[in-house]
């Protein structure tokens, strides 16, 4: 963790927020009405829960979903002491 008020601390959240603002197509300076809450939670939920974690791929985790990897690594077999 970076030292107190360093400005790194809140840039992962920042990013993720503006993705989700861009996507969802609220800016701050829309003068136009929002989404009410009901709304808004049913987008977020999808967004987060079928696209993020189960449909979009990452190159970080070698293009599968967040979701395909974890199945991949509860699947693998564990390393026993005698392997080392």
Same mark, same amino acid.
Request: charged share 25%; net charge negative.
């Given at each position: 963790?970076? *030292? ?71 699947? *693998? ?8």
């Amino acid at each position: 963790m970076p *030292a107190k008020g360093c400005y790194w601390d809140n840039a992962v959240v920042e990013d993720l927020f503006y993705t989700l603002k861009h996507e969802l197509g609220i800016d701050d300076d829309d003068e136009e009405i929002h989404p009410s809450p009901k709304d808004l939670q049913r987008e977020l939920t999808f967004r987060i829960d079928d696209y993020y974690n189960s449909g979009r791929r990452s190159s970080t985790l070698n293009n599968a979903c967040p979701i395909g990897y974890q199945q991949q690594y509860i699947r *693998a077999p564990t390393l026993a002491l005698a392997d080392f």
